[in-house]
Nanobody
Framework: VQLQASGGGLVQAGGSLRLSCAAS?????????MGWFRQAPGKEREFVAA????????YYADSVKGRFTISRDNAKNTVYLQMNTLKPEDAAVYYC?????????????????WGQGTQVTVSS
């Protein structure tokens, strides 16, 4: 499985960005979960959001609930992260992830496949 993330950039606090992650390769698992993590300088990588591909159900870290929305496009085999009302503390490198299954996966050790990361910078 290969994951190609894009969409990062520089935005002012209160602004919005949309990240995309296209999956390719052996992605035809009967059940799979795709998600986003982020890592700020000097901090550990943390869970942001995930989506169960078959059902479309989603779950989020408390810090982004109500501001971020994860979604998928089946035809494009792509997952999106719409980020609104961005805060300086949202600045980080964002990574998309992929694994088989349909559970609740919020630890980075739960995921096998990772994209290359895309930088999000939020100016105050």
């Amino acid at each position: 499985v290969q994951l190609q993330a894009s969409g990062g950039g520089l935005v002012q606090a209160g602004g919005s960005l949309r990240l995309s992650c296209a999956a390719s390769g052996r992605t035809t698992f009967s059940n799979r979960v795709m998600g986003w993590f982020r890592q700020a300088p000097g901090k550990e990588r943390e869970f942001v959001a995930a989506i169960r591909w078959r059902s479309g159900s989603t779950y989020y870290a408390d810090s982004v609930k109500g501001r971020f929305t994860i979604s998928r496009d089946n035809a494009k085999n792509t997952v999106y992260l719409q980020m609104n009302t961005l805060k300086p503390e949202d600045a980080a490198v964002y990574y998309c992830t992929f694994r088989d299954g349909s559970g609740y996966y919020v630890s980075d050790s739960d995921y096998l496949y990772w994209g290359q990361g895309t930088q999000v910078t939020v100016s105050s």
